[in-house]
């Protein structure tokens, strides 16, 4: 079945980067856009990132362009998300997501971040 | 960005009851307007798309509505399994953009 495992999370410091990985398994991969999308401790869904199918377009939450970089290896089903320059804000569950450009269909069951010192 | 207000913030009901959540987006978004379920300590479920179309596999006693800038998701014969809380999506522009989410406790 469709499965989409995230890892790659970790209690880093402010200031660091951490690159998290979300590993498909059960479909075409190449076949589908991916998202990334964050939820803090009991708070609400906050969209990240998409990537299309080939990795050729790109989008970004406005407050995380140039901070979070989002890729994909079609040859690896993996989707990647690299994080530079972490707040304390960034202290999250992040999840990855398949589908088109508008739903997010199928969820893993997410990685957490925690930033601190 | 396209805000997204859900209504109420938190509903207990008594199973077989309906239950109604709105979603009311701050500009015209078509139909372009999902719905997740996310149980405690899961990840959220695509469960209605597109304002109305139910997701593979969701139960029938769930249903959407709705154009423009007004959405109802509506759970007909609450069982309790569906305690979880439902958020709103929007997909008209980028970023897309989610409701503060809707709390649905099972009395």
């Known amino acids: 079945q469709v499965k989409l495992v995230e890892s790659g999370g970790a209690v880093v410091q402010p200031g660091r980067s951490l690159r998290l990985s979300c590993a498909a398994s059960?479909?075409?991969?190449?076949?589908?856009?991916m998202h990334w999308v964050r939820q803090a401790p009991g708070k609400g869904l906050e969209w990240v990132a998409f990537?299309?199918?080939?990795?050729?377009?790109?989008y970004y939450a406005d407050s995380l362009k140039g901070r979070f970089t989002i890729s994909r290896d079609n040859s690896k089903s993996t989707l990647f998300l690299q994080m530079n320059s972490l707040r304390d804000e960034d202290t999250t569950v992040y999840y990855c997501?398949?589908?088109?450009?508008?739903?997010?269909?199928?969820w893993g069951q997410g990685t957490t971040v925690t930033v601190s010192s | 960005e396209i805000l997204l207000t859900q209504s109420p913030d938190f509903q207990s009901v008594t199973p077989k009851e309906k239950v109604t959540i709105t979603c009311r987006a701050s500009q015209n978004i078509g139909n372009s307007l999902h719905w997740y379920q996310q149980k405690p300590d899961q990840s959220p479920k695509l469960i209605i798309k597109y304002a109305s179309q139910s997701f593979s596999g969701v139960p029938s006693r769930f249903s959407g509505s709705g154009s423009g800038t007004d959405f109802t998701l509506t759970i007909n014969s609450l069982e309790a399994e569906d305690a979880a809380t439902y958020y709103c999506q929007q997909s008209s522009s980028l970023p897309l953009t989610f409701g503060g989410g809707t709390k649905v406790d099972i009395k």
């Open positions: 997501a398949s589908g088109g450009i508008e739903t997010l269909d199928v």
């Open positions: 059960g479909f075409t991969f190449s076949s589908y856009a």
């Open positions: 990537i299309s199918y080939d990795g050729t377009n790109k």
